[in-house]
Structures are given as C-alpha cells and as structure tokens.
C-alpha cells in the first residue's frame, strides 16, 4: 500500500479526534441530562441509572471491539459503531418513553466504544515513533473536549428540546463522524495473519512480559483523582465553596479545555524524551502531590484568599488527565498490530470499571471526612502507581522487541 502523505496523516489524526469526541460526548453528556430529569420529579438514583447506561454499555463492548478491530482493521470498526451510535440516539430522541431512552442510551453506549480502540490504532499505525507521542495527546484531547461541549450544550438542550430531544444532536455528530471516516481514513498497513503467525506476532505479549500488566495498573490507579476531580469538582465548588451554578460549570467547562491542553503537552514532552514511561512516572508524582495539596487547601484556606483550593483544583484538572495518552501510546506500540485492538480495550475496561466506584466510593468518603480529607487520602492511589510504573530498563526491553515486529 502506498503511504498517505504528512497532510493525509494529520487528516486521519482529525477524524479520529473527531469520532472520539463524538464518542465522549454521547456517552459522558448523558450525566448532563440529571437537571432536566430532576425537574421531571426523577430521584436521583432512578435517574444515575438512567443516564449510567451509556457508561454501561461502553464497558460491556470495548474488548469486543478491540477484538474487531485486530480482525477487520479499524476503518470498518470505526464505521460501522459511529453508524450504529447515530441510529441509537435517533431511536432515543423518537422512543417517547424513559424505558426506550434508557434502553437506546444502552445500545448507543456499546456502539460509541468503537472508537476508544480503533482510533487509537489510526494513530499508532500512521505516525513515526518520534511523532506518535504528540499524535495520541492531540488524539487524547478528545474526551474531555467532548465532555466540555456537552457540559454547555446538553443542559441548554435538553430545557428547551426535552430528554429525548437533546439526543438529536449527538445523533447528527455521530453519523457525520462516520461520513467522515469513510472518506478520510485509510487502514495502516499490516503482515498478513499468515507471515505474522510464522513470526509470533499472533502470540499474547501479556505472556512475553509483566509490561502491559503494569500499565494498565498504573492507569487503572490514576484514574482514581481523574474521574474524582471530574465527577465532584461541580458539586465542591458550589456546596463547599459557595459558586453560583452558573460560574461554577463555566470554571469546569474550562478545566476540561486546560486538561485537553495538558495531553498535549504529555505527548509532546514524550517525544521528546524518548520515552512514554518518564512522563508517565512524572504524572503520577505530579498528580499525588497535587491532589494531597488540593486536600490541605480545602482545609486550612478560607476567606479571602479562598480562591487559592480553586486555583489548585485547575491545576489537578490538568495533571490529573494527563497520563491517558502516555498509557495508550506505550500499549498499542508494544502490543502489536494483532493485538493492540484488545490490549487497548483491555485497558479502556479496567479503566472504566474503576471510574464507576469513583463517585459511590469518594463520595461515601467525602461523607465521613469531607472534601479536604477525600482529595487528599485519593492522592494515595497516585502515590502507589509510581513504583508500579514499568522502568527504563523495561521500556528498553519493549522497545527492541517492538523493533524487530511492524506495529
């Protein structure tokens, strides 16, 4: 197959930004729905079930898409789940009933994991291992973007539209999205299954070393203050902090740009080092030391210089996101063509399941200490993912291996 150009790369790193956003925002805009089930007299806990289902959904397909991918390639991955999340949200805009917007919230989860792994690969395939780094942190970005879009989009919608009309716009991105990569992406170039199986390429690289165990432990561990500063950061500002709602959600709305930034950043400084590992042990450091600050702040500053816990509270939004990329890169490069597309859903997962005990867990914790106490005992998970994660020597040993097999 011939290469795509420098243009044709950066298009293809587009539309994979693109259907992840499209992603994120299907799936995590549905929390944005809570307001406007709350005014329809929800309680809620009948309406987290509700607006938990795409969540659901995500972590009951991803390896089942990371499987189809490594079988069919991403670009036919890509379409098909981007098509099948835009019928989903058509369907929930038309059910009519809390019961079918419930149940296509589901389905529309299981379509949009699609994109968590198969874009992934997009990266990995096309970008020299110079550029990958800053590749994935542009690709990374994609999530919190799409989360920052539905904070100021699916409230405002879904007031004047109603449920069911708020997924209308979802829908539309979805199917754009998949118009868009039918266009654009290119599939990246692989050994056939038979040369591959006669080199060991099919072979599990869980089994050659401890190194994907590892990171997806790490990662797993730092989604811990993640999804505590995204899911709580609201909720603090206006409870502890005394925020209007209105600057409140604006000031989150801006934390999820800064951390969209922050993987960027991540990316571009892994490029430049040489190496995922470095940067990942540093975001752990950072966001251990981070979080425990944030928690003494929430305690001891009050008053006029209370915007100080806010200002560290930005600060944790950035550090606390930047690790994905890192993580992601480092496992599709060292888990091979035939094998990246379950790896990263391996990883997606663990990470998902863990995000889910995230708010029932920190949240029963902030019940018994507060806020300041929670912020600082998460930075403990953080604080154990540092010697968790894999050391020069083990990158080094990835690396060569990694040399001898075409990713």
Do not use: K
Not at 60 to 81: H, N, Y
Not at 102 to 114: N, Q, R, T, V
Not at 195 to 219: C, D, I, K, M, N
Not at 270 to 299: H, N
Request: proline share 5%; glycine share 12%.
């Amino acid at each position: 197959m011939r290469a795509p150009g420098t243009a044709r790369r950066w298009a293809m790193l587009g539309v994979g930004l693109l259907d992840q956003a499209v992603s994120a925002y299907f799936v995590h805009g549905a929390a944005f729905l809570l307001p406007e089930l709350g005014r329809r007299g929800y309680r809620l806990a009948e309406a987290g079930v509700l607006v938990a289902m795409p969540t659901v959904g995500v972590m009951l397909t991803l390896i089942m898409w990371g499987i189809a991918v490594d079988r069919f390639g991403e670009r036919r991955v890509l379409i098909t789940g981007l098509t099948l999340t835009a019928a989903a949200g058509a369907a929930a805009a038309l059910s009519g009933s809390v019961v079918g917007l419930g149940a296509f919230l589901l389905l529309g989860g299981m379509a949009a994991a699609s994109s968590n792994a198969a874009s992934g690969r997009i990266v990995v395939g096309w970008f020299p291992a110079r550029r990958r780094g800053l590749a994935m942190g542009i690709r990374q970005m994609a999530q919190p973007l799409g989360v920052g879009i539905a904070a100021l989009t699916v409230p405002t919608l879904a007031q004047r539209l109603g449920l069911e009309g708020a997924l209308w716009l979802p829908a539309a991105l979805a199917a754009v999205a998949a118009v868009t990569t039918a266009v654009l992406v290119v599939d990246p170039p692989r050994p056939s299954r038979a040369h591959a199986e006669r080199t060991g390429q099919l072979a599990s690289p869980y089994r050659r070393s401890s190194f994907l165990w590892r990171v997806h432990g790490v990662s797993v561990l730092l989604v811990v203050p993640q999804f505590t500063v995204w899911t709580f950061s609201l909720v603090w500002l206006i409870a502890d902090r005394g925020w209007a709602a209105g600057p409140a959600g604006l000031l989150v709305a801006l934390t999820q740009l800064l951390g969209a930034a922050g993987r960027l950043l991540a990316g571009q400084l892994s490029d430049s080092v040489g190496s995922r590992m470095r940067p990942l042990r540093w975001v752990a450091v950072a966001a251990a030391l981070t979080m425990l600050a944030l928690g003494v702040a929430d305690e001891l500053v009050r008053g006029r210089a209370s915007l100080l816990p806010v200002a560290v509270l930005v600060v944790a939004s950035v550090i606390t996101v930047a690790d994905n990329g890192l993580a992601f890169t480092s496992i599709a490069e060292v888990a091979g063509p035939f094998w990246s597309g379950r790896a990263l859903g391996a990883q997606n997962t663990a990470q998902f399941l863990a995000a889910s005990a995230v708010a029932p867990g920190v949240g029963a914790l902030i019940g018994l200490v507060g806020y300041g106490w929670a912020f600082a005992l998460v930075a403990v998970c953080p604080a154990v993912a540092v010697p968790l994660v894999p050391g020069l020597r083990a990158e080094r040993a990835a690396d060569r291996e990694r040399a001898t097999q075409p990713v």
